[in-house]
Each structure stands twice: as structure tokens, then as C-alpha cells.
């Protein structure tokens, strides 16, 4: 193994050397996903939510609110994820109190999420056929039932699927964090990588990366596939 | 004369279309439908049948008119008391509208839980009860994806019953169905009615459907009722009908009675 490693101008040794910073990067990368994540879950599930609902021909339409919000999602969606994270920094001191760090750089990666998310989700809620919600309407469910035992319930897998799709975009978003000392495996990619020319590590960290993604797509098709009986 | 169970009155339902045009789906539609009737609804597609179904619950609310249910004026309540009212008032559909991610028995649960006040084996005595009565007891745990079209509509019924309505609306309930699973699902109904006294109202283009159950037939022209009979009774036979739709619907049901007539002859 390290034989074939060398030959292809990749040091063992110096992967070796590097496993504990390494492990720091994926425990840094893992804690801006997991806040990330729960932010768009915890905010941007039901910010979704209310976007379809207030659309037209659907029980709560309010056009104002569906155009507010609509251009709200939209605008924080234009930014180029690294100019929203400078654009964030005096929010981030004010939130993280530093604008340094992991827990820094969690802050934009919220806020990218967030809108992401609310249109995933309000997306895959379209996908519920208008008259499996009617049907609930006649059997007298409140809109707030009809969302948790019905909207959430049919669209369940496409959710995991959507939460799926974010976690990896936010995989590759979080090396853009390194920029503001944010760490994880992609800031180490980019540092010892890219701009020391360190190929070894280089490798090593897409290998790291690449892993991930597989992980997580297989994961969130196995759970998707077994929570839909469609 | 008793109140009817379902009083329309002066009912009107205006759409606007996409293009900023008007559609009048119905227009001034007054109708009563007694206790223990199966009442059809019959007309083209596009008549405003079903339009007119979905006042009856309110799932289309008229810009006129009022729609009283066992006693209850719809369109006066508030939303909560609306809620409380389409208890009383069950409704199957052509696509039948069941949860997908839910098993059958989730599926007639839906209405009891909704209105919380039941004990879990309350409400779960309820479901196999209304399961029972549909035949299909076994697929409890069924998801409807496992079932046939029939068995789905059965569920769907079984689902409006369990909240154990006064009224059963079906909205084109047979549509989707082959024949022979249609006379049986009609068998169903019929029962229902008989057995719990449900009063029906059944929308369907399809005569040969309402000629089997209904006893009362209202045919639904451009929105508004060209003429409302009585099938099965002597009288109703020989008065002229008015519209095509009601010819034809007559014709068929003579045509019914009498092979009733023999089958019933050939038996004894």
C-alpha cells in the first residue's frame, strides 16, 4: 500500500505525521454541518413550510407574504457563499462573539442554509397531491394537523433526500469557511494542499471528503427507500 | 314533512380563470336531501356536479347561498366549529386520497385522532369496527400501495365512517374502477345506508351507477338542476322527463327494475 502510495508521489509518512490535525479538521467540518444542518432543519423546514402554504391555490394563500418571503429566500440565495461570509462578519461577532473558528464560520453556513433548505422544502411538499390535503380538509383537520400528519408525512422521503443533497453541498460550502480560519478538511486542503503544494495531503483530504459524500448519499437513499411506501 | 338532512339554498359559485374570465360552475342551486336518501348528482363533466358536491361540506365555499346540515348552517360557523361540523359529514373520492406513508390502519384512524377525546383502544376498537364493516380486517397493516383500487376505496370509506357521519358524500366514487369492482363497492354502499342509515350523495357521470343505488336523481345542467325525480317508483316512471341525461336515466332504471323483475322470477 504505502509502495503504491509513493509511487505516485504521495509520502506515507507525511499523511501519518498529519492524522492528528487531520482528525481536528473532520471534528471542525462535522460541527459546522451539524449546526448548519440543524439550522436549515430547525428554521428552514418551517420557513418552507409557510412559503407553501401561502402560495396561490394552496389552504393559507396570502399573496404579500408569498412575494415578501419569496424575495427574502431569493436574495440571501444570490450571494456567492464567500462574499455572505464576509458580508456576515460584524452578525457572526455579535452571534459567535468571535468571527474566528468553527463555531465563526457555522453562522453564514446557517444562513446559506436556511433558504436552501425552505425551498427544498417547500418544493417537495408540492409533491403531495392536492387531494390527499383536501380529503384531510373534509375530515375537519386543522391546518397545522394537516402539516404534521399529512404534508410531513407523504413527503418524508423526498425530505430525507432534500436534507441529503444539503448536507453534501454544505460539505464543499464549509472548505470556503476555511477563508475566515473557520478549520475543517476542506481549510486543510486548501492550506497544506493548494497553496504549500503538499500533494500527499491533498490526497489524503479529498480521499477524507470523497468518503463523506459516499457515506452520506447512501445513508440518506437507505433511510429515504425504507421511509416510503408509495 | 320532516327537515330534510341537507338543505341547499339559493347556493351560487362563481370561478375566476386564468385568463380573467368567469365561470358560473353553479348557479342558484336549491336542493334538499332527506334522511336515509341515496341521492345522485348527474351531469356532463364540466355541469358543476362536482362543484356542487363540495358545498355540501364546505370544501367550496359559495359566494351565495346557504347550505344547512343536520340542523347546522355551514357557511355562518367559524373555522372551528366548521371543523367540528365535517365530522358529521363523511367524503370519498374518485382517487380515494389516502396517506400513501400510512398503513390502512393509520389511514381510517386519521379522523378520530384529529379530534382527539378518544383513548387509543377506543379509537382502535373503532378502526377494526369500521375495517369490519368494509371487509378488511386483515389489511390493517396494509400501506395502500399493497391494495387494489377497490380495497383502497373501501378504506377510504371505512376512513369517512369512522368519525361516524350522518351524510356520505362520493365524488365520481366508481370512476376509477372496473365493472365488476364497481357493483361490488356499490353493494357497499347501499348496505351503509341501509344498515346505519348514512344518508349518500353521489356524484357520477356514470348512468348505470346512480340507476343501481340512487332513489332520487338530480341532473345537473350548466351549473344549475334541469330536473330532479324519483327513480324506482311507479309514478316516476310514466311523468315526462325533461333533459336527455333524465331520459336516458329513466330508460336505464326501467330497464333495470324489469331485469330485476326476472332474476327475481327466475330465482323462485
Not at chain 1, 149 to 171: D, M
Not at chain 2, 5 to 28: C, M, N, Q, Y
Not at chain 2, 86 to 91: F, K, S, V
Amino acid at each position: 500500500m504505502s509502495e503504491l502510495l509513493s509511487t505516485l508521489g504521495v509520502s506515507f509518512n507525511a499523511i501519518v505525521a498529519m492524522l492528528p490535525e487531520m482528525g481536528t479538521a473532520v471534528g471542525q467540518t462535522l460541527t459546522m454541518l451539524g449546526i448548519g444542518l440543524s439550522a436549515a432543519v430547525l428554521i428552514g423546514g418551517p420557513l418552507g413550510i409557510v412559503l407553501f402554504l401561502v402560495a396561490d391555490g394552496q389552504s393559507l394563500q396570502n399573496r404579500p407574504a408569498a412575494l415578501v418571503l419569496g424575495w427574502l429566500v431569493n436574495t440571501v440565495r444570490s450571494f456567492p457563499f464567500i462574499i455572505l461570509l464576509v458580508a456576515l462578519v460584524p452578525f457572526t461577532r455579535m452571534i459567535a462573539g468571535t468571527s474566528i473558528g468553527p463555531l465563526a464560520a457555522a453562522v453564514p453556513l446557517s444562513f446559506a442554509a436556511i433558504p436552501y433548505f425552505a425551498r427544498m422544502v417547500e418544493q417537495n411538499l408540492r409533491e403531495v397531491p392536492r387531494g390527499v390535503i383536501e380529503a384531510a380538509h373534509a375530515m375537519g383537520a386543522s391546518e397545522l394537523q394537516i402539516v404534521l400528519r399529512v404534508l410531513l408525512v407523504e413527503a418524508r422521503s423526498g425530505l430525507v433526500l432534500a436534507l441529503t443533497v444539503l448536507a453534501i453541498s454544505f460539505l464543499s460550502y464549509s472548505a470556503v469557511a476555511g477563508v475566515v480560519g473557520g478549520g475543517g478538511i476542506g481549510d486543510l486542503a486548501i492550506r497544506y494542499g493548494y497553496y504549500r503544494f503538499e500533494t500527499d495531503i491533498m490526497v489524503a483530504t479529498v480521499a477524507i471528503l470523497i468518503i463523506m459524500v459516499q457515506l452520506t448519499q447512501f445513508t440518506g437513499n437507505r433511510i429515504a427507500k425504507r421511509i416510503d411506501k408509495r | 314533512m320532516t327537515i330534510p338532512l341537507i338543505r341547499i339554498e339559493h347556493a351560487s359559485k362563481t370561478f375566476t380563470l386564468p385568463d380573467g374570465g368567469r365561470f358560473d360552475a353553479v348557479r342558484h342551486v336549491s336542493l334538499d336531501v332527506r334522511q336515509g336518501d341515496i341521492f345522485g348528482l348527474i351531469g356532463k363533466s364540466g355541469a358543476g356536479k362536482s362543484t356542487l358536491l363540495r358545498l355540501f361540506n364546505l370544501l367550496e365555499r359559495p359566494d351565495a347561498g346557504a347550505i344547512t346540515v343536520a340542523g347546522r348552517e355551514l357557511t355562518s360557523l367559524s373555522k372551528r366549529d366548521l371543523r367540528d361540523a365535517r365530522r358529521n359529514i363523511g367524503m370519498i373520492f374518485q382517487q380515494f386520497n389516502l396517506l400513501q406513508n400510512a398503513t390502512v390502519f393509520d389511514n381510517v384512524a386519521f379522523p378520530l385522532r384529529i379530534h382527539g377525546g378518544q383513548k387509543p383502544e377506543q379509537i382502535a376498537a373503532r378502526v377494526n369496527q369500521c375495517l369490519e364493516l368494509v371487509e378488511l380486517g386483515v389489511k390493517a397493516d396494509s400501506y395502500p400501495a399493497q391494495l387494489s383500487g377497490g380495497q383502497k376505496q373501501r378504506v377510504a370509506i371505512a376512513r369517512a365512517l369512522a368519525s361516524g357521519p350522518a351524510v356520505l358524500l362520493c365524488d365520481e366514487p366508481t370512476s376509477a374502477l372496473d365493472a365488476e369492482t364497481t357493483r361490488a363497492l356499490l353493494a357497499t354502499l347501499r348496505d351503509i345506508n341501509h344498515r346505519l342509515g348514512v344518508t349518500i350523495v353521489i356524484v357520477s357521470h356514470e348512468l348505470s351507477v346512480l340507476a343501481e343505488i340512487c332513489n332520487r336523481v338530480a341532473v345537473i345542467e350548466d351549473g344549475a338542476i334541469a330536473e330532479e325525480f324519483a327513480l324506482n317508483e311507479p309514478a316516476g316512471h310514466n311523468a315526462p322527463r325533461k333533459t336527455a341525461l333524465g331520459r336516458e336515466l329513466a330508460a336505464f332504471n326501467a330497464a333495470n327494475t324489469l331485469a330485476g323483475t326476472h332474476r327475481e322470477a327466475a330465482h323462485v
